[in-house]
Structure formats: C-alpha cells, structure tokens
C-alpha cells in the first residue's frame, strides 16, 4: 500500500500518486575534456590523450556523439565555460564535426569537418575565438537621444 504522503490532491477530487525521479542535469555525463585529455563517463579506460591514435579512435566510434571543451581564460586563471562538439551526419554520407556555443543570445556553430580535423590545436583556437564573444544578449540602448 502506498503511504498518504506519496498522494497529491488535484482539483479536490482527483488524486495523482508523485513520482519521484532522480534526474542528472543535462550535460553532466557528456564527456570533456580537460588538461588535454578526455573523460569519458561512459568509458572504464580512463583519460585518453588529445591528437593519439587513441583520440582518433574514439572520435570515430559510433558511440561518441558530443563532447565538451573548456574555454579557459588564462589572464584569470579559471574556466570561463564550455563548448559543446557534436557529431552530425551529412546528406552525402559520412560524419562530421561541429562546434556550438550560445553567443549574444543567438546559438554559434562552427564547422570542424571530419574526425581527423578535430585536433587540440585547432580546438584550443577555437575556443579562443569564443570565448572573447559576448554570452548575453545585452538590449539596444534606447535611452540615447
């Protein structure tokens, strides 16, 4: 039997039993990548190294869909945020990597191309690009004459 503190009351009359869901936040098992390895949450091994035969492995496993990349800021010393790294399917066949980041309120994709192209330098220069973009959208001041 189901205890009374596990029944919510809807409209007087009508009673709904609670469900009660342990959710992790969206994004918390996707892996990232940090001093130049990946964490991958779904994988027993361990880090794998950027720009390894390893990384070019798992980039190309049909299990590895999205991953996170830091955009740090080294005048300060800490992470600024993240950009996600997707793969998506072409038209023509075939798998490629895209870059997204919420800029200025608007969402920022960015080309990578094939698993081969998916490098830590390349990466890292376009996260800096990124991370000197405006996050928020700031609205138009209309108070000037």
């Not at 503190?5 to 959710?23: A, P, Q």
């Not at 590895?64 to 997707?86: E, K």
């Not at 094939?114 to 700031?138: D, G, K, N, W, Y």
Request: aromatic fraction near 10%; hydrophobic fraction near 35%; charge should be positive.
């Amino acid at each position: 039997m189901v205890g009374r503190r596990n029944w919510v009351r809807l409209l007087g009359n009508i009673c709904t039993e609670r469900r009660y869901k342990k959710e992790a936040k969206m994004g918390s098992n996707i892996p990232r990548v940090l001093d130049g390895s990946v964490y991958d949450p779904g994988q027993a091994g361990g880090a794998i190294r950027l720009d390894t035969a390893a990384w070019m492995t798992w980039l190309e496993a049909p299990t590895t869909r999205s991953f996170s990349y830091p955009l740090y800021d080294a005048a300060h010393g800490y992470i600024d945020g993240f950009m996600t790294v997707r793969k998506e399917t072409r038209q023509r066949g075939g798998m490629y990597w895209s870059v997204f980041r919420r800029c200025g309120g608007r969402l920022c994709k960015i080309y990578l191309g094939p698993s081969r192209m998916v490098t830590q330098r390349r990466l890292h220069t376009i996260a800096e690009a990124l991370r000197v973009l405006p996050i928020a959208h700031e609205p138009p001041d209309t108070t000037a004459p």
